[in-house]
Every structure is written in structure tokens, then in C-alpha cells.
């Protein structure tokens, strides 16, 4: 891959660990999105279904990282308030409201069936398979992190 690309990718990288580690909306909005995916495997859900969650989680993360630019671009633009870039910062925000209100409602029409089915035949729920998925998802995560954060400390702008 040429150096530029990678460079790229590890700055893009960057970005999103910086707005994790400094956003709270941010990080709650990941360890949802995260737990809904964990779900989608444990409850063998469609695959239809998981594409859709995985969509959406992806999706409101996206949404809340452009909310946090927009915001801060407005406060490094207007230090002191103005009612118009205040108007502007709530519509972003309505965008990230809208976008997690659809998560909602597609998590509740998804799940809902899953769950009720899991409390029937809990039996049929788990195999040694799934495990292993979960292990390797979160074993996946751990390693994104902690080389975003590597990364963070070695490249520099």
C-alpha cells in the first residue's frame, strides 16, 4: 500500500480515538452500538437484520463524530455565543437525535422477537461456536484500541 494511504488510515484512525476518548455522547454511543452487534451474534439473528444494526450503530457513531467537528469548528470560529451558531449546533444535534431514535425503533422491531424466544427455549441459545465469535469480536476490539491509541502516541501531525 502506498505510504500515503496508510498515513491516511492512521490519522482517520486517530481522529475517531481522540473523539472517543474525549466525547461521553460518543463513547456511549460506541459501547451500544457494540453491545447491539454482540447481541445480533448471540441471537442469531437474520442476516438481513444484523447488516441493518450493524448499519445504524455505524451510522449514529458517524453522525455523532461529524456533531462533534461541527461543534467544535463553531466554538473555535464564535468563542462567545451568538444565537444563530447556537441554532446551528442544535440542528446538528437533532441529526444525531433522529439517527438514534431510528437505531431505537429498528433495535425494538429486531430484537424484540429474538429475545422473547430466547426466554422460551434458552437450550437453543448458545454453542461453543458462538462463544468463540464473541471472543473473537471483543479479542478484535481490544486490539483496534489499543493499536489506535499505539498509533496516536507514535504518528504525529
Do not use: W
Not at 437450550?123 to 458462538?130: A, F, G, M, P, W
Request: hydrophobic share 55%; net charge positive.
Amino acid at each position: 500500500m502506498p505510504k500515503k494511504f496508510i498515513k491516511s488510515l492512521l490519522n482517520a484512525s486517530r481522529g475517531i480515538v481522540h473523539g472517543i476518548a474525549s466525547e461521553r455522547n460518543l463513547r456511549i454511543q460506541v459501547a451500544i452500538g457494540f453491545i447491539a452487534i454482540l447481541a445480533s451474534l448471540f441471537l442469531k439473528i437474520p442476516r438481513i437484520d444484523f447488516i441493518i444494526v450493524l448499519t445504524l450503530s455505524f451510522l449514529v457513531v458517524s453522525l455523532e463524530l461529524l456533531n462533534t467537528c461541527f461543534e467544535r469548528l463553531i466554538d473555535f470560529l464564535s468563542p462567545y455565543y451568538h444565537e444563530e451558531f447556537g441554532n446551528l449546533k442544535d440542528m446538528m444535534a437533532g441529526v444525531v437525535l433522529l439517527s438514534a431514535v431510528l437505531s431505537a425503533i429498528a433495535g425494538i422491531l429486531i430484537f424484540y422477537k429474538p429475545v422473547i424466544s430466547m426466554f422460551k427455549e434458552p437450550y437453543k441459545l448458545i454453542s461453543l461456536s458462538d462463544i468463540l465469535i464473541v471472543l473473537d469480536v471483543i479479542l478484535f476490539a481490544a486490539v483496534v484500541i489499543l493499536a489506535s491509541y499505539a498509533f496516536k502516541k507514535a504518528i504525529k501531525h
